[in-house]
């Protein structure tokens, strides 16, 4: 079989489906919640009321104890009329986007690591440490050239959120007079 590029790394079709297939017997619990999220997926496409997890599902969203929510409301089952392929679609600013359980395992992760950093902004603003930029879970800060306060910066990267008891949080800082 021809093998495919992925950067600079040439595999057989073959080969990525054994990788699968070992990342799934080894990583059963991460399958697990990936199948949690496709029960999820169906009841959100039938806007029915439900809890997963720490989330609440209703009208199509997924809510998140704070308020916030993800919108699923355009969530619905598609046939392939060339194919013949079903699977879920949800429509976004560019169009329809196949949703699958992964899909929005992903989306969620990334959905709370805004929000972990967003309330660490907000402490920062707290402490006197103008926020100036970020970008996902980098946080920009102003601060004194003589007292970074580097460690008390990591630490409240670091600080797990009320709402996720257990949640295991790491952060390192940099310091620099520019980005990067």
């Keep these: 079989a021809e093998a495919m ?12 489906g054994r990788a699968v297939e070992a990342y799934r017997k080894t990583h059963p619990m ?3 919640l990936w199948r ?16 997963w997890c720490i989330f609440s599902g209703r009208d199509g969203k997924l809510y998140h104890p704070n308020g916030t929510w ?32 992964a899909k929005l395992v992903e989306n969620v992760i990334q959905w709370l690591s805004r929000i972990i950093t967003a309330e660490a902004m907000v402490k ?16 920009w800060l102003l601060t004194p050239a003589d007292n970074p306060r580097k460690d008390e910066i990591a630490a409240v990267m670091a600080t797990t959120p009320s ?11 940099k310091l ?5």
């Excluded at 949690?36 to 439900?50: C, G, I, P, V, Y």
């Excluded at 920062?124 to 946080?139: E, K, R």
Aim: proline letters at 3%.
């Design 30 to 32: 991460v399958v697990a």
């Design 163 to 173: 709402w996720a008891p257990g949640l295991p949080l790491g952060a390192d800082c």
């Design 36 to 51: 949690e999220a496709e029960k999820a997926l169906r009841l959100l496409a039938n806007k029915e009321t439900f809890i």
């Design 5 to 16: 590029r992925a950067g600079k790394l040439a595999i057989t079709a073959a080969d990525a």
């Design 124 to 139: 920062f603003q707290a402490m006197g440490l103008p926020v100036v930029g970020m970008s996902h879970d980098d946080v």
């Design 70 to 101: 993800l919108d699923y409301s355009t969530l619905e089952w598609h046939v392939d009329e060339d194919s013949g392929d079903r699977f879920w679609r949800v429509r976004s600013r560019d169009g329809w986007k196949k949703m699958y359980g």
């Design 176 to 180: 620099g007079v520019t980005y990067g």
